[in-house]
């Protein structure tokens, strides 16, 4: 679930860049010229929503009621969002807590968000999808697939809590995307470049881990298109940050991101009991 923080800066930007004028109390869908139509009911947007829904920043996808509030369950940039709106206009966003401690929130919005089917896009990115192997001639236990950035935090700490997996069998597929520097292409091309790319960004974790400069050479422009189109499928698959994990259960593709070392261990175990 995505943190409250990022879905009030969303209010926040609606309510400012909109502002609270008469057109946007009347909440009228610019499209139609109508209120937001959802199933038999017509539901009007409070002003917050009715900004970003204008501006195209959100789509809405479900609007439902529970007790006194209006739930707006909508989406922004791959990832669902559930808003909670008053009678008078007030919006919450993130947890709502009933009187028995029980977060409505997540309760409606695991129950609600629509579950993608990624198995197209995955038929399409294993065929023309670029990665580097930590297993290229293959007598793995398990594969997955991970969107990495070089200069990704959170990639590097992925990458050290599985590496005892990944000497124990476990195959990972690394996918470089570059959107966090301006040296991320060239870092990108250093690495595969080198006769063993996993080594590679062994190394290159090992510098991040010093502080140092890291190995670059001047990308190309085929490499430069490469990174583009795993970025094209890095958004094709709804995965709005790294590390992105791609990964087939049950002949069904999934995507996840990162996950603490014990949760991680079980998916690892599950990644392996696929054939």
């Known amino acids: 679930m995505v943190s409250s923080r990022k879905l009030s800066t969303l209010l926040i930007a609606g309510a400012l860049f909109g502002g609270f004028s008469a057109q946007s109390m009347a909440a009228i869908n610019s499209n139609t010229d109508q209120p937001i139509a959802t199933g038999s009911s017509l539901q009007v947007a409070p002003p917050q929503l009715k900004n970003l829904i204008d501006q195209g920043v959100i789509e809405v996808i479900e609007v439902f009621q529970h007790d006194s509030f209006t739930g707006w369950l909508v989406k922004n940039q791959g990832e669902y969002h559930l808003y909670w709106a008053t009678k008078d206009n007030y919006v919450v966003a993130g947890p709502l807590i009933d009187q028995n401690g029980i977060n409505i929130t997540s309760k409606y919005l695991d129950a609600k ?17 670029w990665y580097f192997s930590t297993h290229p001639k293959g007598n793995s236990k398990g594969t997955m697939y991970v969107f990495i950035e070089p200069f990704c935090g959170w990639c590097s700490k992925l990458f050290n809590e599985i590496e005892p997996a990944i000497q124990d069998g476990l195959e990972v597929r690394w996918v470089p995307v570059s959107f966090l520097s301006a040296q991320s292409p060239d870092v990108i091309e250093y690495i595969t470049s080198q006769p063993d790319p996993y080594a590679a960004l062994q190394e290159h974790e090992h510098i991040r881990a010093q502080r140092a400069r890291p190995n670059t050479k001047p990308a190309t422009v085929k490499t430069r298109e490469l990174i583009e189109k795993n970025g094209d499928f890095m958004k094709a698959f709804d995965i709005a940050g790294t590390p992105g994990i791609v990964y087939v259960q049950n002949g069904k593709a999934k995507v996840a991101g990162y996950m603490k070392p014990a949760q991680m261990q079980e998916f690892i175990k599950m990644i392996e009991s696929q054939k």
């Open 113 to 129: 968000k629509p579950i993608p089917d990624y198995n197209k896009v995955f038929e399409n990115f294993e065929n023309e999808g």
